[in-house]
């Protein structure tokens, strides 16, 4: 082999490895998506649509709380105006995962867009807790994630659409997986961060959105009202820091007059971090 | 054939606006910096989100009729303690997923 044919070689090799991997991270998204997408293709067929729609909708608009509402406002006979406005109320959460990545995909090159495209809630959780494999593109990484989890959600919808009144499967609770995997998602940003506050705001917010809310819009208030909150707290301790850093240079001042052979100062550094 | 248009139509429509949503931060700070407080909050949204959408699966359960949500907090509780003991996320999801099954299949809580 030549060098150069060596060096396409172990690209490959590095790709395959990354691919794996990704395969891996996204099959707990596999098992979840599946019986949810059947659950999606048996309620468009249901409502008289065929397969090829459940495919076309599950590969263009890849929205999974999106389509079910959809086949909701289907059945319902509804303009074109409610299906643009619920789809936005309903998605815009998403906005508020874009927030939290405009660093993460900077710099990932062509397949911005599509990672745009694919940000369902499993592949925001994913990409935002899944460390990339050393050495791997990051670029390449997300996009096979992004693509494993569009494929599983479309094989799903497909799958239920065609079979789901012919199959008579029992996986009933079998969508909870993606519950544990947001557990699990969850404990790892616990693990990766030393940040506790997001956690007792998320409490706060989702308990009074449950509480106060629709089970269907509690989603969207709850991270609205938790970034407020955060914001907030964020707002707050910027004035606290700002004034302890006066009080502490004044303190630094007046002991270094007093001492004028002085020590390092030491205490105080805690405070600061 | 007016159905199939109508229909192509309207998944034309919801699939722009479900893009809309997702797009809208970078085409806001595609190319300008966003204000300082919204880069200081960016790292504390992720764990926020997440622990929300934790939250958000049990938006559905009945917590004032049998069996209370038991089902739930229990297999949750099984996933957490697993994931803080071994921390494998495969065993903590497929254990904790098998388990809900099987409690909710054979209705293990119904003397409650």
């Known amino acids: 082999m030549t060098e150069k044919e060596v060096k396409r070689h172990e690209i490959r090799e590095g790709n395959m490895n990354l691919f794996m991997s990704a395969l891996k991270t996204t099959v707990p998204v596999f098992l979840g998506y599946i019986p949810l997408g059947m659950a999606f293709g048996f309620l468009l067929d249901g409502a008289g649509y065929h397969w090829i729609f459940a495919f076309l909708m599950s590969l263009l608009i890849y929205a999974g709380s999106g389509q079910f509402l959809a086949v909701a406002l289907l059945a319902a006979g509804a303009g074109l105006t409610e299906f643009v406005i619920a789809t936005l109320l309903l998605n815009l959460r998403h906005s508020f995962y874009g927030l939290s990545l405009l660093e993460k995909f900077s710099g990932v090159g062509k397949v911005k867009p599509y990672l745009i495209f694919a940000l369902t809630d499993e592949t925001y959780a994913l990409l935002t807790t899944t460390e990339v494999p050393a050495g791997g593109s990051k670029a390449r990484f997300y996009f096979y994630i992004a693509a494993l989890d569009h494929l599983y959600w479309i094989t799903g919808s497909v799958l239920g659409a065609v079979l789901g009144s012919v199959l008579d499967l029992n996986l009933e609770g079998m969508a909870f997986v993606l519950t544990a995997l947001f557990v699990v998602l969850t404990i790892e940003q616990y693990f990766n961060s030393s940040v506790r506050f997001p956690f007792i705001a998320a409490l706060g917010a989702g308990a009074t959105s449950l509480i106060l809310f629709s089970p269907d819009n509690m989603l969207l208030i709850s991270i609205i009202l938790g970034t407020l909150v955060l914001m907030g707290r964020e707002k707050l301790v910027q004035g606290n820091m700002s004034v302890n850093k006066g009080i502490r240079q004044a303190h630094a001042q007046t002991r270094a007059q007093a001492h004028a052979a002085a020590k390092p100062v030491e205490d105080g550094s805690r405070e600061e971090s | ?112």
């Not at chain 2, 699939?15 to 595609?30: D, W």
């Not at chain 2, 204000?35 to 959408?53: A, H, R, V």
């Not at chain 2, 803080?84 to 293990?108: C, E, P």
Request: aromatic share 12%; hydrophobic share 55%; glycine share 6%.
């Open chain 2, 1 to 112: 054939m007016t159905d199939t248009l109508q229909m192509l139509g309207t998944i034309a429509v919801i699939a722009l606006a479900t893009f809309a949503t997702r797009a809208l931060p970078f085409l806001c700070f595609g190319s300008r910096e966003p204000p300082s407080i919204l880069s200081t909050i960016e790292k504390n949204l992720p764990p926020m989100i997440l622990l929300l959408l934790v939250i958000y699966c049990l938006k559905d359960v009945q917590w004032l009729a049998a069996p209370y949500g038991i089902p739930e907090l229990f297999t949750i509780g099984v996933v957490a303690g697993l994931h803080f003991w071994k921390r494998n996320a495969m065993l903590s999801i497929f254990a904790g997923t098998g388990l809900y099954m099987v409690l909710v299949q054979f209705n293990v809580f119904s003397f409650i």
